[in-house]
């Protein structure tokens, strides 16, 4: 916890919350009115961190519609909260990310979306024609406390960052002025929820890696790639076992074990080459990816995750210098 209220990790985490923006959560407060917040508040706020007493305020539920119809819905933190979240997420991604697997890509530095879909094309072309596509029904809301606990609590000693995981994962929701308790799920939208779910299925990632499997997951977007229809039913098999251990279901009318041209990672369609392949199908409108043999059908609205985590760690321009008393423009202490 020291580590994460330092000041060097608190201008890092002031600078990313503030390039993100994003909308106030349930207090109202805006990114650009923060600063002022903290001049007066942080100390206090320091001291409840350390002592492991800060307790998070509810996050505030907002709907955006899906790609393919429906809302997905988020959950929105307050801007404090948010700079409290990017605080622990630069200190807890340093220990967990190195030892995740090298089949995921999903909100991990220096990896991207198109990076997992090459690596899918290149096991499509090694002659994997099957994909064992599996869809996780409402992954964000059915994550279990009590077993996400349990593996962070394996590699995290300081008990006041456990306790505060804890509280934002079990922080409420205000819904029309009144506030629902959470009893599963990280709610999306926090800065701290893409790492969480990291952590939880990379239990999954390595039992495939231990099995020898060619897959891809991004997030929680995964692919596993066979050379036979009987292959991917065994994985598919293999895999409602393992979600089932922790707790997650398989939306069995969106998954399927299905020629890889006939299912989308990512926006992306892929084919191999072969008599058995169709490839491209006539007057298809979209256009080849050359890198990675893919047709190019990006999901509106997806972002590169990391793109901008090579300067997480610079002093925001402007920063030093600016206000007296010992203070700098984002209102926290320069002790």
Known sequence: ???????????????????????????????????????????????????????????KRQ???????????????????????????????????????DH???????????????????YVQEGRRWVVDVDLEK?????????????????????????????????GVMIQGVVMERHEGTPQGGPLSPLLANVLLDEVDKELEKRGHAFVRYADDGNVYVRSKRAGERVMALLRRLYGDLKLRINESKSAVARVWDRK????????RGKDNPGPR????????EATGAIDDPPPGRTEPGASDRNAAAVPAGVEGILPSGRDATGLPRA
């Open 1 to 59: 916890m020291e580590r994460a209220v330092s000041r060097p990790n608190m201008l890092a985490a002031y600078k990313r919350v503030r390039e993100n923006k994003g909308s106030p959560g349930i207090d109202g407060m805006t990114v650009e009115a923060l600063p002022a917040w903290l001049q007066e508040h942080w100390a206090g706020v320091r001291e409840q961190l350390l002592a492991g007493t800060y307790r998070p305020q509810p996050v």
């Open 63 to 101: 709907l955006i519609p899906k790609a393919g119809g429906g809302e997905r819905e988020l959950g929105i933190p307050t801007v404090v909260d948010r700079l409290i979240q990017q605080a622990l997420l630069q200190v807890l991604q340093p220990i967990f990310d190195p030892t995740f697997s």
């Open 104 to 122: 995921s890509y999903g909100f991990r530095p220096g990896r991207r979306a198109h990076d997992a879909v090459r690596r899918a094309q290149r």
């Open 139 to 171: 992954f964000f809301d059915r994550v279990n406390h009590d077993i996400l606990m349990g593996r962070l609590a394996k590699r995290i000693e300081d008990r006041r960052v456990l306790r505060l995981v804890r509280r934002y994962l079990e922080a």
């Open 265 to 272: 990672f990512l926006g992306f369609s892929l084919w191999g």
């Open 282 to 289: 006539r007057g298809e409108s979209s256009e080849r990816d």
